[in-house]
């Protein structure tokens, strides 16, 4: 009887096969998938803004990410079909689960519009490409090497993107395909966590967790300048976690500091100080993400809290979003926050495995207050 079974299996695995080859096709057939943030899903069945009525509305939620659901095929016909024959693929070859975030740390937006969000659980950069209509999940740091533990990412020079990586203790270097190339920083960091970029400088700002500095190199890795040093006094860092580039000021959350100091990065002057800790919201407890849109808001994401914290250019309190919850407009220990071109607003929202996305509205933010 073996012979027999030994048909069986090939012959399943010849099915098996023949119906992926059939889905490709399927897939490859027709528009692209459209790449939707589902705020259409948002629970409350209507758009969701802060602060809410009758104050004049600063934020409107937009959205959020989670994975390969993000993308849908505009038309409906051809579902039918498709989802006959991946019913069929799953019975013979077993379902393949989908593609999701797990734990994302941190993020930025490319001129292309490609999202791109690092998960540290997963081990790998995911990329929300919107005009090809796919989702891409980098997982190589350098040649083979795989990432261990990918903290934070920005945009380089010549399309390079850069990612810090806490375990290897590098800055991977990818191309704009997400092919590795030549990382930099090994025996330079202890700790690697946030990284920001000054492109007309051509140097890149990296938090140094456990030295507790910024690090500050060039094109080729090359250490050009150390900002801050070991300490609570000002223009000290205890535990500094992200960074951010912004209207030629590099902003460093100094999280065990409970602060946001803002330093100019050419001569590692101090510039501003804000923050404090205490009980009330608006107060800094454990600080992560930091990010500046447009007209020079600050966001500070405040993880023990589970806040989006929002200031205005002098770091004054203006308003928040948040509080624990996985509702629109929640968050579970919340991480890395940045901004695009067109100011919206992307939360690594970290335990509840999505990134949520917020757009300013413009205006006076100070009349939020």
């Not at 012979?3 to 069986?8: G, K």
């Not at 399927?26 to 069945?45: I, K």
């Not at 540290?120 to 533990?149: I, N, P, T």
Request: glycine share 12%; hydrophobic share 40%.
């Amino acid at each position: 009887m073996e012979p027999v079974r030994h048909r069986s299996q090939a012959g399943l695995v010849r099915l098996a096969a023949l119906l992926l080859l059939l889905l490709a096709g399927c897939a490859s057939d027709g528009p692209r998938p459209v790449l939707h943030y589902g705020v259409e899903d948002a629970p409350e069945g209507k758009r969701v803004l802060w602060p809410a009525p009758p104050e004049v509305p600063r934020y409107m939620y937009a959205g959020q990410l989670t994975g390969e659901a993000n993308f849908k095929k505009p038309d409906e016909v051809r579902r039918g079909v498709a989802g006959m024959l991946r019913w069929l693929a799953g019975l013979v070859v077993g379902e393949k689960p989908p593609t999701v975030l797990q734990r994302p740390h941190a993020g930025t937006v490319d001129e292309l519009g490609r999202v791109y969000v690092t998960d540290m659980s997963r081990q790998a950069v995911f990329v929300f490409d919107e005009k090809r209509g796919e989702l891409a999940v980098w997982d190589r740091a350098e040649g083979l090497a795989s990432f261990v533990a990918p903290a934070a990412i920005a945009l380089g020079s010549d399309g390079r993107v850069l990612v810090t990586d806490a375990e290897l203790g590098i800055v991977a270097r990818l191309d704009r395909d997400g092919n590795p190339m030549r990382s930099v920083g090994r025996g330079l960091f202890k700790r690697p966590t946030g990284i920001a970029y000054d492109r007309s400088a051509r140097r890149m700002f990296v938090a140094d967790t456990h030295a507790h500095d910024v690090k500050v190199l060039d094109d080729d890795g090359v250490l050009v300048a150390v900002i801050g040093r070991p300490g609570d006094g000002a223009g000290e860092l205890n535990y500094p976690t992200h960074v951010a580039y912004a209207q030629g000021a590099l902003y460093v959350t100094d999280t065990m500091n409970s602060r946001i100091q803002v330093f100019d990065p050419k001569t590692g002057e101090l510039k501003l100080t804000f923050g404090e800790r205490g009980l009330y919201v608006g107060n800094m407890v454990r600080p992560k993400g930091v990010a500046v849109d447009s007209e020079g808001n600050i966001y500070v994401i405040e993880s023990y809290f589970d806040h989006l914290l929002i200031y205005n250019a002098r770091g004054r309190f203006l308003m928040s979003v948040g509080g624990v919850g996985r509702d629109t407009g929640r968050f579970y220990l919340p991480a890395g926050v940045w901004v695009d071109s067109r100011n919206r607003i992307f939360i690594a929202d970290m335990f509840n495995g999505r990134v949520v996305v917020f757009q300013f509205l413009g205006g006076d933010a100070e009349g939020a207050q």
